[in-house]
């Protein structure tokens, strides 16, 4: 049985190739189809009680068939372990699932949890936690001591060593013999069905990679890095809030869920700067100098965002409030209450500037014609038209908006269909010739349970 793996820094997403879900498919379809024939509403007028019950089971059981097959598609896992930071005595250690949710009565991991991650700065480190999360996924799948092939996706110029110990601990420590490695662009594209030369922008957890792909293949010597991805992202904006507002320096987690909700990217960030400079004059401002109250009223709606911090006792998760929630309404929450305004969009403005940060490297828009220039002049016109965008950290609202803009006319820019998931996706149907004769064999009924 072969195994799809998207092993991504923040998460592992993985899926069963689409040879092997056919037949689990089809099933499901038949139940579903048993289950339309059946007669729907009220039961049976002579009172056949037992049918009536009957049809009802199948209807059940064509449901539960429904929802596995969805929750087979991919399934997404954090690629991490973690343990209680006051856990001194090496207790329990929660692997991957298991860290979004801790149970709340081990003491062990009660309060605040420190992560290990399989990958630092994008590259496969930490072999024994990569194993408990393999493991993991593994066992979600059923699938224990059974998947003998692995579709994995690496990316590009990992050193030799790393490559070595990942293949050591697939054969070894896995027991899983056959081993085939993708990039992940080149799945992006077929998610895309980008046709085979495209560029591939993957703005995932580590980093940020603009990949050119010339039929179909990797063009390695074009390809650029940018050290900004959405782990870097939420740790500024951690730092931001902890020193402008509240301290939030070890709440991760919570920060990350609310850069996703509040954060964006600004489509004319000089004028946003200057707007948001002219509002924040103002109190300073004599009366007569200020701009009217009814133009500040507006800037101040269309920069603040507030949001609400949870407390883990009445507020689990933390939210944004809506634009035009009066300031009376959440009286109660104002402990809770964060109000965030330049913040929004100077964090993903990273990805576009990252000398914000001190960092001497170029933005994107820069990279991207960077790219565009190492590659075959005959083909530029072509790649320029085919920016393909994948990775969490280009899902920041205006995105795709501001590259264009700031690209021009010349450049056409696109999201992949799923740009967290698609790679997955595009994996599962990947058929190389060895998972298609895995699936062949096992089809065979002499192969059937040997
Ligand atoms: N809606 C969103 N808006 C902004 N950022 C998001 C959104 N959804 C996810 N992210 C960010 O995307 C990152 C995860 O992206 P992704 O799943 O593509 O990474 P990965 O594949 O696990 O890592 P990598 O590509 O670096 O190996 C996280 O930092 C997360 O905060």
Known sequence: MWLVIDNGGHAVKSGLPDAMRTAATEAHKAALEHARQQPKGPGPV??????????????????????????????????????????????????????????????????????????????????????LVWEQTIERFDLSGAVTGLVLTTPAFVPQEIQTATEDLVRSNLGIKRLLTVHPAQLAARDADAGPFCIVVDAGFSFTHVVPLMDGRVFEQAVRRIDVGGKLLTNYLRELVSYGQVNLQDETQIVDVMKRQICYVSTNIDADLAALALLERQPGLPVRERIPLVDRHALEARFTRRYVLPDFQTIMEGYPLPPNTEPEEVLHLRDQMLALRGECFMVPELLFEPSNLGMRQAGLVQVIQDVVDLCPRELRPILRKNILLTGGSTLFPNFAKRLSNDLGDAYNVRHVPDPIRGVCMAGRHFAPAEVEQDQQTQNQPSAVGS
């Open 46 to 131: 002579d009172g056949n009680d037992r049918q009536q019950q009957a049809d009802e089971e199948k209807r059940e059981l064509a449901a539960a068939a429904l929802r596995r097959a969805a929750d087979s598609t991919v399934l997404t896992v954090p690629n991490c372990t973690a343990r209680g930071k006051k856990d001194t005595r090496g207790g329990a250690v929660l692997v991957g699932q298991d860290t979004e949710k801790p149970p709340s009565d081990n003491e062990d991991v009660a309060g605040r949890l420190l992560f290990t991650r399989s990958l630092e700065r994008g590259y496969l480190i930490n072999l024994d936690t990569q194993q």
